[in-house]
């Protein structure tokens, strides 16, 4: 079970100060959507102690047992051209966490969260929009924080932070400073530029810059040197047919140069 109240207690800054918890729902995502659609603020966060349909992207389920990991999402309502930043934003708040702990953590393009090659947090942004004009974005996080059973298929791409330090870490703690770091990078949306942004997001990743890579997108797959992002946040490669920069897809192999 989490401990709301010592959530509470932990918590330093405003988001989360209104928090949805449950015992079990299908996706905290799905629900964080219907409360944004009432009209929930910024900030406004849901938990569940685990989800019986999690969503991982491109369609993917998202392993979500009970009493072990974090299952969160948070309301924000960005402009549409602050969007870009969300992912990123909600991958560092992670890897500030986990650095914290003594761990190593490498972003993924575009947002998933490793340690040894081993991914233990993915991110799912879910958006509505309404005549061009942005209403809410979901930012939905699943952080394996204690598991230490994985099913078969991702024992050997999974881990969690108890896995990687060998005693179990307290949820509530992990969530309370997660929020206050996403918080922190989220107030200075108006101010700082793409510019100023990208250079954490590089010194916390093996990937983004000169990286042999191959890109797999709708069946098709690209292979090259990864040069950084463009100010879209997509993901520039320079292949052998030339520079392209992807919006989407997943990055299948890597090699360091
Ligand atoms: C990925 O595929 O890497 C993204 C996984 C995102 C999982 C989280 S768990 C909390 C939130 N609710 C969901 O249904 N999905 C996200």
Same mark, same amino acid.
């Given at each position: 079970?989490?401990?709301?109240?010592?959530?509470?207690?932990?918590?330093?800054?405003?988001?989360?100060?209104?928090?949805?918890?449950?015992?079990?729902?299908?996706?905290?995502?799905?629900?964080?959507?219907?409360?944004?659609?009432?009209?929930?603020?910024?900030?406004?966060?849901?938990?569940?102690?685990?989800?019986?349909?999690?969503?991982?992207?491109?369609?993917?389920?998202?392993?979500?047992?009970?009493?072990?990991?974090?299952?969160?999402?948070?309301?924000?309502?960005?402009?549409?051209?602050?969007?870009?930043?969300?992912?990123?934003?909600?991958?560092?708040?992670?890897?500030?966490?986990?650095?914290?702990?003594?761990?190593?953590?490498?972003?993924?393009?575009?947002?998933?969260?490793?340690?040894?090659?081993?991914?233990?947090?993915?991110?799912?942004?879910?958006?509505?929009?309404?005549?061009?004009?942005?209403?809410?974005?979901?930012?939905?996080?699943?952080?394996?924080? &204690? =598991? @230490?059973?994985?099913?078969?298929?991702?024992? *050997?791409?999974?881990?969690?932070?108890?896995?990687?330090? !060998?005693? #179990?870490?307290?949820?509530?703690?992990?969530?309370?400073?997660?929020?206050?770091?996403?918080?922190?990078?989220?107030?200075?949306?108006?101010?700082?530029?793409?510019?100023?942004?990208?250079?954490?997001?590089?010194? &916390? =990743? @093996?990937?983004?810059?000169?990286?042999?890579? *191959?890109?797999?997108?709708?069946?098709?797959?690209?292979? !090259?040197? #990864?040069?950084?992002?463009?100010?879209?946040?997509?993901?520039?490669?320079?292949?052998?047919?030339?520079?392209?920069?992807?919006?989407?897809?997943?990055?299948?192999?890597?090699?360091?140069?």
């Amino acid at each position: 079970m989490f401990h709301v109240a010592e959530f509470q207690q932990k918590r330093t800054g405003r988001f989360g100060s209104e928090l949805h918890y449950f015992e079990e729902l299908e996706s905290t995502n799905l629900f964080a959507g219907q409360l944004a659609r009432e009209g929930s603020g910024e900030g406004t966060v849901v938990v569940a102690n685990s989800q019986t349909q999690g969503r991982g992207r491109s369609g993917k389920f998202w392993f979500s047992p009970p009493d072990v990991n974090l299952y969160l999402s948070l309301i924000l309502r960005p402009h549409a051209q602050q969007l870009k930043y969300l992912p990123f934003m909600a991958a560092l708040a992670v890897i500030r966490v986990l650095r914290t702990y003594g761990l190593k953590p490498d972003l993924k393009w575009p947002n998933d969260v490793l340690v040894k090659e081993k991914k233990i947090c993915g991110i799912l942004i879910q958006t509505a929009m309404e005549e061009n004009v942005m209403q809410f974005a979901v930012v939905g996080c699943g952080i394996n924080v &204690n =598991s @230490s059973h994985f099913p078969q298929e991702l024992q *050997r791409t999974a881990t969690s932070i108890a896995g990687e330090l !060998g005693y #179990t870490v307290s949820r509530e703690s992990i969530l309370a400073f997660f929020l206050l770091e996403f918080e922190r990078l989220y107030e200075k949306i108006d101010t700082t530029s793409w510019e100023e942004f990208c250079p954490e997001l590089e010194r &916390n =990743s @093996s990937y983004l810059r000169g990286c042999e890579v *191959r890109v797999e997108q709708n069946g098709q797959s690209w292979e !090259g040197e #990864t040069m950084g992002l463009d100010s879209y946040g997509g993901l520039v490669v320079e292949t052998n047919k030339g520079r392209q920069v992807f919006y989407a897809g997943e990055i299948q192999s890597c090699r360091r140069r």
